[in-house]
């Protein structure tokens, strides 16, 4: 730890013109979750083909102009893609329309497919500060530090965690089959895990210009959120601290 | 050919006919034409395929009617083939072929030749190279590699300092705008903003993904050596000169465009006429022109758009107007930030596509979501809401149809025995007409006879009247005749009468004729008289003629014979003529002879007395007289007259003087002796003379007797004859006289018989008249009295029919009364309008059933449609990045509006991806130099330039280049075309562009929607000398734009202020130690109270519920110094706590195209140095963009005093002092507390 705050330190004063001056170390509350999911494996395949099938086997449609119409899609994506089914022998044009073929249909059918996969659990981290998840585990600290002064108290809801899960789990391509977080099954609230973050009231003085550094531990880096935050509740007050105690 | 391991005919044959560009290469005039003929590498395939996609380039000699290929190279696969110096054909080669078509040939003779057009192009262009050269100026630079110490971040790790640099001194003067890497770290961290060579230091601004990096610290590097590199600036350099290039190769996609872009009248196409254009977006009418002059131009369409008028609204319905017609537009401008703006500001509609090419992470963020990787989520994004839209309007559709459909069933039903009884009506009123019109027509036929009756009634009563007229008139005549034939005399009686007279005239007639006779006989014998006269006086002169004979025949000298010609009158013939002037000649001749005979005698008398006197002297006389014969001289008898005389003079005067003196006279006579006797000698002898003379008179005597003769036989006949007259006329008198006495006997005279006679026949006559007189009206009476009967019987007939049409007409007349009646209830129902009502309730009834039939076909297909959409929208909603790959690639498949900046549509990628569009539209274009616009120029078929010459200029760095050239020229640094550039400057080529295209090609957007009229005001005049001025389009500018602040400083009413810093000390410019920008304390201090102020303002517009809680007003902090801006920023990031407001700074030149709810102006400057001027505020342009960036208000801080009256330039005072007029107009002025006002 404290060789951190060393190595921050010299970074910082790398600077001749800046002087730290004030520094601080905090913790900041980031709520762990458990959850449960579920992920399904299908076929990757486009969904405007998809749509297209999907819709030949209800509707007799024969011109792309109706399903442009439908599907509010440029006629000539639709156009395009009906050719290229054509061309792959997917569909074929009959009487009343399109209608799919043998192919066709095994087709959709693998692309509707969806294989279940077993349901999973995983460790998520909901971090009200910065109102975002962090998938990463974040490892708490044990030492009691005071807690960050513009910690908020807000909770997440399932649509961002099911957001974040999805981003984070957005599956690599194998042999066409892509998986695909589909449901979070369950989640609970976990114990709140602490942050250290390393805080820096830093002075410009060729530049006159006070700002806040905070680094931290979880994410390993120099947070602007956190820096933000206090940057706006508290830089007036420095200059005027500061101006108070030259004038002393 | 080897080389392709070909032979002749296998290459020829390899297609059937090639697609080839024939390029015509220059000509000399004792040479053949040449020209080279391009193998295309795309559309011959085979070709290609066999010579690895290489060029083929065939080089010939034109002759007659051949080509001789004298030369085949191959050239890389790259290499333009087709351009506009050049002229496709297609050929085929056949050997059999006898010769080359004439069509070919003149083809060849007739297009340019490429290298003269590249030349002309290269001319032209030749006046922008100024352009570069101000551009290369620095970027010659090889990289420069330092070690560094360390690196230091600033507040929000948007600028690095690089410390402990080790540079030259040249090598530090060129670092400025640089781009840097540092070893070991992937990619470029970001561009050179400072360098400070004392303190050995550089600061960077970071690229925005290098900012993530240097918050988690990973910006160590083992080696710590930096790379300070000019290449992207070389490279720009290098695509704007390659556009000059490619503009002189004849590959610009408008052949065109170079004299578009260079002549005086740039030699635009006409536009096209196009069908009246529905369009997507809310139009003006500025507008609506120039979208429809944009679609309807061929090949160039400029658009003026002063600051807030819709170019964007424009650009983006051509873009959607043009998509709709199926072309492909490129949206380009020279920056980045203006194209994002441009893209980001196109409707989303699903039939424009829109793809931004260039570099990520210099795309901003309103482009990020037209970049390739995102479109698919773009899309997706987009046709998820528009479904959803559609999708939940259709629930609420679903009732909503069969309520419809009740109540149109309802209405149909109500409508149908309406319509029932309409048509009732419609039928019963046809059926009346029909009886109507067939009554009238009876009606029509009745009238037209009574018209036909009345007529003949006419003509009847007329012929009566004429007949009783002649009748009367037939009787009065027979009448009158009567009384006449009573009282004249009866026909016998005149008879008598008559031959009473013709017997007295037939014995006047008697008498005279003897009388008649008498006077025949008188006058007979009277001529016979003058018969007898004549007779005795030609038998006196045939007795005159003999003795004329005689006494010539006995004549015996020519005076005689004269003498007889006289008196006989005798003709004087030509052979007479003749002989008389023969012996005239012979007369002459003899009187010469004698005259000579006579000086003879004198001069031999002379002679003998001369040669007596001189005898004694014993002269030489015989010497003198040989003298004398062989003299030849002629005298006249005149000059020998008087020698003689005066030898004579000279004897008489000289009796007693020497003898000898003679001598001379002696010789004299000799002389003329001499000459005398020479004379003689050509003279006949006198007898000869005499002789001819005798024969010449006789034959003369012969030829007078001869007429003579002739005379008196002509005499003699006439006698003769005069006798036989005389006896003829004696025997006609004897006979003459016996009938007169005979006539005598059988009646006797009477006196004055013709006189009488004359009145006997005039009376004949006038008994004959009254005969004939009588006769006639006799018969007269006759014919009269037939006529008078035939007369009287017409009346008759007449009367009669007259009776008869009176009845007829009478008759129908009634009938048509009677039809007539029978029209009247007819009337009635024709009065009516059923057919009216009728048509209505079938409009009605139709559109009740399109509605019904519309809403049938509805409500069938929404299930459908819905269902569909449904599935549709689970589909959108769960689709991963990898399901919307396909959509991605047909997305970019099919773009058709593309954004990228102008440099960048040079790049080598995008070239392949787009060598042509059907449109560019080039928007900023006052902001970019000609050679950054030429490149996506080149790339348009047609091109659209939006741009606003009133605002900035071109920029480098924050200097116009007109500063920059200011500048340049200050350090006398030289350079070719300075003079031309300073031309170029004078007037930008969209201004030129704008001024001299036709009407039908440009317009100006005169209709501004952003700024209060107020803020408008502010910027008029720079507008005034445009058509349409500038207008404000806000119907009630107080209403749209209140800024809803109430301040000290600030009313709800005020919109433009200004506040009036003192020209003062306390209140100059500074300037920055070891740099040159300037910056304005005093201002930064009263921006900073203004600022917390509005702060305030808006706080209590909150809470007095003007401004909704989570609301900020947007406020634009400008400055025309980048240092004033720098001290701005900080001011407000470290002095100040404006939660109500969102504040944006930046120096005017970056603001343009920018807008804010309110705008501060910072003016900085403010000095009372008289060298010293405005500086960068001097630029009315700069002013422009300054003043024109405000929605609802806008604040200048600065000295009035500094820029209405100690500017220098007169132009540049009455700018200021303009704006400040409005100020004062709207009262708008504020002074600082304690201070008085200036002016």
Redesign the interface.
Same mark, same amino acid.
């Given at each position: 730890m404290d060789k951190l705050e060393k190595r921050l330190r010299a970074g910082l004063l790398e600077n001749a013109a800046v002087e730290i001056r004030h520094a601080a170390v905090w913790q900041l509350p980031v709520i762990g979750y458990d959850a449960t999911f579920k992920r399904v494996k299908r076929l990757k395949m486009d969904i405007l083909m998809k749509m297209l099938l999907l819709t030949f086997q209800q509707a007799d449609i024969r011109r792309a102009a109706s399903l442009s119409e439908m599907l509010l899609v440029e006629e000539l994506f639709v156009a395009d893609l009906i050719q290229k089914m054509q061309r792959t022998g997917l569909i074929r044009l009959e009487k009343e329309g399109y209608r799919l073929t043998a192919k066709g249909y095994e087709h959709l059918k693998r692309g509707i497919f969806e294989e279940e996969m077993k349901e999973e659990e995983t460790e998520l981290f909901y971090s009200p500060a910065h109102d975002a998840f962090w998938t990463e585990k974040v490892r708490g600290t044990e030492k009691e530090r005071p807690l960050y002064r513009y910690a908020r108290d807000r909770s997440a809801d399932a649509d961002q965690m099911l957001r974040a899960l999805a981003e984070r789990e957005e599956g690599v391509l194998r042999d066409g089959f892509q998986t695909v977080v589909a449901e979070i099954t369950n989640f609970n609230e976990q114990l709140t895990e602490h942050v250290l973050c390393l805080e820096f009231q830093l002075y410009n003085k060729e530049q006159d210009l006070f700002y806040a550094r905070v680094w931290n531990t979880a994410l390993n880096r120099w947070d602007e959120t956190l820096e933000q935050q206090i940057e706006e509740q508290e830089r007036l007050e420095w200059r005027v601290e500061a101006e108070k105690l030259l004038s002393d | 050919m080897r080389e392709l391991g070909l032979d002749e005919r296998s290459f020829f044959s390899l297609e059937e006919s090639f697609k080839v560009y024939i390029e015509k290469y220059p000509q000399t005039a004792d040479r053949l034409i040449s020209a080279a003929l391009f193998f295309d590498n795309e559309a011959n395939r085979r070709m290609t395929e066999k010579n690895k996609g290489l060029v083929v380039v065939m080089h010939c000699v034109v002759e007659k009617n051949r080509f001789i290929a004298t030369n085949i190279t191959t050239r890389a696969a790259h290499t333009a083939v087709q351009t506009n110096w050049r002229r496709p054909v297609f050929l085929t080669f056949d050997q059999k072929a006898q010769s080359v078509p004439i069509g070919l040939l003149s083809l060849i003779h007739e297009m340019p030749v490429a290298q003269e057009s590249s030349a002309y192009v290269k001319k032209r262009i030749a006046g922008w190279e100024g352009y570069l050269t101000i551009q290369e100026r620095d970027a010659d630079i090889a990289d420069i590699l330092t070690r560094y110490s +360390?690196?230091?971040f600033? +507040?929000?790790?948007s600028r690095v300092?690089i410390?402990g640099c080790q540079m030259n001194e040249k090598e530090w003067k060129s670092l400025k705008d640089l781009s840097v890497k540092i070893k070991g770290l992937d990619g470029d961290i970001g561009k050179v903003l400072k360098a400070n060579p004392a303190a050995r230091t550089v600061e960077v601004e970071l690229h925005g993904h290098m900012i993530e990096r240097a918050? $988690?610290?990973r910006f160590h590097a083992s080696q710590k050596e930096v790379v300070f590199s000019n290449f992207a600036a070389l490279s720009q350099v290098k695509r704007l000169r390659q556009g000059f290039k490619h503009l002189e190769n004849g590959l610009a996609a408008n052949p065109d465009l170079e004299r578009i872009l260079f002549e005086k009248k740039p030699p635009v196409r006409p536009p096209k006429k196009l069908a009246p254009l529905a369009f997507h977006n809310r139009l003006n009418d500025f507008q609506k022109k120039a979208v429809t002059g944009a679609m309807a131009a061929e090949d160039l369409y400029v658009i003026q758009g002063p600051p807030g008028t819709g170019k964007t609204t424009v650009i983006s319905e051509i873009c959607l107007q043009n998509a709709r017609a199926g072309l492909r537009t490129l949206v380009a401008s020279q920056s980045n930030l203006a194209v994002d703006n441009a893209l980001g500001r196109l409707l989303a509609n699903?039939?424009i596509?829109i793809l931004r090419v260039g570099r990520t992470e210099s795309i901003e963020e309103e482009g990020k979501k037209f970049i390739e990787e995102n479109v698919g989520q773009y899309w997706k994004d987009h046709?998820l809401q &528009?479904?959803s839209v559609?999708f939940e309007a259709r629930k609420k559709r679903e009732a909503e149809i069969e309520e419809q459909w009740t109540a149109n069933e309802k209405e149909i039903e109500q409508l149908q025995p309406m319509l029932q009884k309409a048509e009732t009506a419609v039928e019963t009123k046809k059926k009346a007409e029909k009886v109507y019109s067939d009554i009238q027509s009876v009606i029509d036929k009745q009238e037209k006879e009574v018209r036909q009756a009345e007529q003949e009634l006419q003509t009847t009563q007329q012929h009566v009247r004429e007949n009783e007229r002649a009748v009367h008139s037939l009787h009065a005549s027979i009448e009158q005749d009567e009384v006449f034939l009573h009282e004249e005399p009866a026909s016998g009686a005149i008879q008598k009468e008559q031959e009473a007279i013709e017997q007295t005239i037939q014995r006047l007639k008697h008498a005279i004729a003897c009388d008649d006779l008498k006077n025949e006989v008188d006058q007979k014998r009277e001529s016979l008289d003058q018969v007898k006269a004549q007779c005795e006086q030609l038998a006196e002169a045939l007795k005159k003629a003999d003795a004329a004979a005689q006494k010539a025949a006995s004549a015996k000298r020519i005076g005689g014979l004269k003498w007889i010609m006289l008196e006989q009158n005798i003709e004087r013939s030509l052979r007479i003529g003749h002989l008389m002037d023969e012996i005239d000649d012979i007369r002459t001749e003899m009187n010469q002879f004698s005259k000579l005979k006579a000086y003879n005698d004198q001069l031999s008398r002379a002679i003998s007395y001369v040669e007596k006197l001189l005898a004694p002297h014993r002269m030489p006389v015989d010497g003198l007289k040989q003298r004398a014969a062989g003299m030849t001289v002629s005298y006249t008898s005149d000059e020998i007259d008087r020698f003689l005389n005066e030898l004579r003079e000279v004897i008489k005067g000289s009796q007693n003087a020497d003898p000898r003196m003679m001598a001379p006279y002696l010789g004299g006579l000799y002389s003329r002796k001499y000459f005398v006797w020479k004379k003689a000698k050509r003279l006949k002898p006198y007898d000869v003379y005499k002789n001819i003379a005798r024969e010449i008179f006789q034959f003369l005597k012969q030829e007078i007797l001869a007429q003579l003769e002739q005379k008196h036989l002509e005499n003699e006949t006439s006698y003769k004859q005069s006798l036989r007259t005389m006896k003829e006329q004696e025997t006609a008198l004897h006979s003459l006289q016996n009938k007169h006495n005979q006539m005598i006997a059988s009646g006797e005279p009477i006196p004055n018989a013709k006189e009488i006679l004359q009145q006997n026949e005039a009376k004949v006559l006038q008994l004959q008249k009254k005969q004939e007189l009588y006769k006639q009206v006799a018969q007269r009476v006759e014919t009269n009295r037939n006529e008078q009967l035939k007369r009287t019987e017409q009346l008759r007939t007449a009367e009669q029919k007259l009776g008869q049409i009176e009845v007829n007409l009478a008759g129908l007349q009634n009938t048509i009364c009677q039809k007539k009646a029978e029209l009247v209830p007819l009337n009635e129902i024709l009065s009516t309008q059923p057919e009216r009502e009728h048509e209505k309730l079938l409009k009605e009834m139709a559109s009740l059933s399109f509605t019904r039939e519309s809403l049938k076909q509805e409500k069938k297909k929404l299930p459908?449609?819905q269902?569909?959409?449904e599935?549709?929208l689970s589909? @959108?909603e &769960?689709?991963? &990045?990898?399901?919307?790959? &396909?959509?991605r690639k047909?997305?970019v498949?099919?773009a058709n509006v593309i954004g990228t900046t102008c440099v960048a549509s040079a790049r080598k990628d995008f070239i392949d991806h787009y060598p042509v569009f059907d449109v560019v539209i080039i928007d900023e274009v006052s902001k970019a130099t000609p050679p950054e616009l030429l490149l996506p120029m080149l790339k348009g078929k047609k091109i659209i330039l939006v741009g606003d010459h009133h605002q900035l200029p071109p920029l480098l760095g924050n200097d116009t280049l007109e500063e920059t050239l200011q500048e340049m020229t200050g350090g006398s640094q030289d350079f070719d075309g300075k003079a031309e550039l300073k031309n170029l400057l004078k007037e930008s080529l969209f201004e030129r562009l704008f001024k001299s295209l036709p009407d039908s090609n440009k317009t100006m957007l005169a209709i501004q929607y952003r700024m209060h009229e107020g803020i408008m005001e502010a910027i008029a005049p720079f507008y005034e000398q445009e058509t349409d001025g500038l207008q404000c389009g806000l119907l009630d500018s107080d209403a749209d734009r209140d800024h809803l602040l109430e301040s000290k400083t600030v009313q709800r009413g005020n919109h433009l202020l200004w506040l009036d810093m003192p020209n003062e000390p306390d209140f100059y410019e500074e300037r920055m130690k070891g740099g040159k920008s300037l910056y304005n304390p005093a201002e930064l201090r009263e921006i900073g109270v203004l600022l917390k102020e509005m702060n305030e303002a808006a706080a209590q517009a909150k809470q007095a519920g003007r401004m909704k809680d989570n609301e900020r007003k947007s406020v634009g902090v400008i400055s025309f110094y980048g240092e004033q801006v720098k001290k701005l920023d900080?001011l407000i $990031?470290?002095? @100040? $706590?404006l939660p109500h407001l969102t504040i944006r700074t930046g120096t005017v030149d970056r603001f343009q195209g920018m807008e804010m709810d309110v705008i501060l102006l910072s003016m900085v400057r403010n000095h009372n140095n008289k060298h010293d001027d405005i500086g960068f505020a001097k630029d009315y342009r700069r002013l422009n963009v300054a003043l024109s960036r405000a929605r609802e208000l806008l604040v200048l801080v600065g000295s009035t005093k500094m820029f209405t009256e100690r500017t220098k330039q007169n132009d540049t005072r009455s700018m200021y002092r303009h704006v400040w007029n409005a100020v004062e107009k709207q009262n708008g002025l504020r002074t600082l507390e304690g201070v008085q006002p200036h002016g």
């Open positions: - | +360390g690196l230091t600033n +507040g929000d790790f300092t410390t918050r $988690q610290q699903k039939d596509r046709t &528009e479904v559609q459908l449609f269902s569909v959409q599935k549709w589909l @959108l &769960e689709a991963s &990045e990898h399901d919307l790959d &396909e959509i047909l997305y498949k099919h900080r $990031q470290q002095e @100040l $706590q």
